[in-house]
């Protein structure tokens, strides 16, 4: 699981029938956090992640990937890669 901020909605013209009426985000990773607490982004891609949650722009977020992203969902498969599982009020180190 990994920590991100949603940085922007992503809407769909067409998808999976199994992903209709889902809300994705896009997000971008933590890639580290500072000594005085900063947190640096990933200068990769962002992300499209699945959000049931009702996270917002700015948001922090909790980031399940991989097959545990679609665990939510069972019995019903859906080809799901990354899920908010969390929105994250504070962090403290």
Do not use: N, Y
């Amino acid at each position: 699981m990994r920590i991100a901020r949603v940085i922007g909605a992503v809407t769909l013209s067409k998808c999976h029938p199994s992903m209709v009426a889902l809300p994705f985000r896009l997000v971008e990773p933590v890639d580290a956090i500072q000594a005085d607490g900063q947190l640096v982004f990933s200068v990769d891609e962002p992300l499209v992640a699945v959000d049931l949650l009702g996270s917002g722009l700015g948001d922090l977020v909790a980031l399940a990937e991989g097959p545990e992203a679609a665990q939510p969902f069972r019995p019903d498969i859906k080809p799901v890669d990354a899920l908010s599982a969390a929105i994250l009020d504070s962090l403290e180190l």
